[in-house]
């Protein structure tokens, strides 16, 4: 599998409540299907970032492209493969 990082850029104001619901349940749903390693918001709150796995670059672009903030218009995404070079967390 190959790892990929995706970074949020806001647009605009923090979205409402019903998009923050929806992206929390879309990356709870990535979670569950071992899809995404981790992720979580930019201590200056203008985006954030997700570690995800999957089989290609294309198929992860196309899957962070459905999610609820990008789809609102409310967040810039940019998904780049990622060569893990060193990695502590497979002791």
Do not use: C, H
Request: glycine share 10%; proline share 5%.
């Amino acid at each position: 599998m190959k790892q990929f990082v995706v970074t949020l850029e806001l647009l605009a104001d923090p979205p409402g409540p019903e998009v923050s619901e929806a992206q929390q349940a879309f990356l709870a749903e990535l979670l569950q299907q071992g899809t995404l390693m981790m992720s979580g918001p930019f201590s200056d709150g203008r985006g954030g970032m997700a570690i995800l796995r999957g089989d290609s670059l294309e198929a992860a672009q196309d899957l962070y492209g459905e999610s609820p903030i990008v789809r609102s218009g409310g967040a810039a995404v940019d998904v780049r493969e990622w060569n893990v070079l060193l990695d502590s967390t497979r002791r």
